[in-house]
T-cell receptor, first 111, second 114 residues
Framework: GQQLNQSPQSMFIQEGEDVSMNCTSSSIFNTWLWYKQDPGEGPVLLIA?????ELTSNGRLTAQFGITRKDSFLNISASIPSDVGIYFC???????????FGEGTQLTVNP | EPEVTQTPSHQVTQMGQEVILRCVPISNHLYFYWYRQILGQKVEFLVS????????KSEIFDDQFSVERPDGSNFTLKIRSTKLEDSAMYFC????????????FGDGTRLSIL
């Protein structure tokens, strides 16, 4: 199956800082999804990207669908303590709709 | 905002016992999924379901697993004879369309096998 590689694995930042994380694949994805997972809860959809080159914002979050369709990044501006959690990229495999998830980026925000 | 609901939130079961995890997908969604997440690991696909039949399943979804939509609202995952390695969070998800529409996840059932 397809694999998604996320980096960094973890980040420790101060409140107010901007954050950038990315996701790469060896194969093409036609949709990129970014989810956030808080402890003990399910993944919550943050942003969905459908077109190569697309740049989409959701509040302080901005994500881009790479031109090659093999990568995506997520930026968080002016981080706040509630941004703490694990951020996953995900995409549907080309043969169907099963989502492949990345390993996640664990974000810690120090007040 | 409509959401996927799962029950129970935590299930503790003896090894070898059968367990049924329940989900109520978002009401206008047609495609349903089960995923699992072993502690500290990424989310892994188990099975997708549409029109009362399995559309896709992963290599994890062996003969011990089954899914059912017993009525118009519930979607269940049954594990026939649980093993220690079945301990994980199990997430149900649903989407409006097969490909392209994002999947929305429930808060999961934590399954602990003793």
């Amino acid at each position: 199956g397809q694999q998604l590689n996320q980096s960094p694995q973890s980040m420790f930042i101060q409140e107010g800082e901007d954050v950038s994380m990315n996701c790469t694949s060896s194969s093409i994805f036609n949709t990129w999804l970014w989810y956030k997972q808080d402890p003990g809860e399910g993944p919550v959809l943050l942003i969905a990207l459908y077109k190569a080159g697309e740049l989409t914002s959701n509040g302080r979050l901005t994500a881009q669908f790479g031109i090659t369709r093999k990568d995506s990044f997520l930026n968080i501006s002016a981080s706040i303590p509630s941004d703490v959690g694990i951020y996953f990229c995900a995409g549907p495999e080309t043969s169907g709709s099963r989502l492949t998830f990345g390993e996640g980026t664990q974000l810690t925000v120090n007040p | 905002e409509p959401e996927v609901t799962q029950t129970p939130s935590h299930q503790v079961t003896q090894m070898g016992q059968e367990v049924i995890l329940r989900c109520v997908p978002i009401s206008n969604h047609l495609y349903f999924y089960w995923y699992r997440q072993i502690l500290g690991q990424k989310v892994e696909f188990l099975v997708s379901f549409y029109n009362n039949e399995i559309s896709e399943k992963s290599e994890i979804f062996d003969d011990q697993f089954s899914v059912e939509r017993p009525d118009g609202s519930n979607f269940t995952l049954k594990i026939r004879s649980t093993k220690l390695e079945d301990s994980a969070m199990y997430f149900c998800a649903s989407s409006e369309e097969w490909v392209g529409q994002p999947q929305h996840f429930g808060d999961g059932t934590r399954l602990s096998i003793l």
